[in-house]
């Protein structure tokens, strides 16, 4: 869901579309900032290639604790794998991190 969310707000700058505004997100912020400052190159793979690239990242990251948290932080990958796990959002962020690492997501 946060990776179509992103590449969503990518299409829309991508139209010329004014930029999206994310101020009713708080949580979104650090993550957001945190994301602009990565850089990312684009591969083209086949079905079979990002099917193996998704396991592998799934299998690298899933083995992490899963740690509830009472104000529904957000972390940036680099808190996630410091902490040795995090909350559903957390495990969403590092894997989309390790896929974007890869070549298959599209900045904000």
Same mark, same amino acid.
Request: net charge negative; hydrophobic share 35%.
């Given at each position: 869901?946060?990776?179509?969310?992103?590449?969503? !707000?990518? /299409?829309?700058?991508?139209?010329? !579309?004014?930029?999206?505004? @994310?101020?009713?997100? &708080?949580? $979104?912020? &650090?993550?957001?900032? $945190?994301?602009?400052?990565?850089?990312?190159? /684009?591969?083209?793979?086949?079905?079979?290639?990002?099917?193996?690239?998704?396991?592998?990242?799934? +299998?690298?990251?899933?083995?992490?604790? @899963?740690?509830?948290? +009472?104000?529904?932080? $957000? +972390?940036? &990958?680099?808190?996630?794998?410091?902490?040795?796990?995090?909350? #559903?959002?957390?495990? /969403?962020? !590092?894997?989309?991190?390790?896929?974007?690492?890869?070549?298959? #997501? #599209? &900045?904000?």
């Amino acid at each position: 869901m946060l990776l179509s969310a992103l590449m969503y !707000a990518e /299409s829309i700058q991508s139209a010329g !579309a004014a930029e999206p505004n @994310f101020d009713q997100f &708080p949580k $979104w912020q &650090p993550i957001a900032e $945190w994301f602009k400052t990565q850089h990312y190159h /684009s591969h083209h793979l086949s079905d079979a290639q990002f099917d193996e690239l998704i396991a592998q990242v799934n +299998k690298s990251i899933n083995h992490y604790q @899963f740690i509830s948290d +009472k104000g529904d932080i $957000w +972390k940036t &990958p680099d808190q996630f794998h410091h902490d040795k796990g995090g909350d #559903c959002d957390d495990y /969403s962020i !590092a894997k989309m991190d390790r896929l974007a690492n890869a070549g298959h #997501c #599209c &900045p904000v």
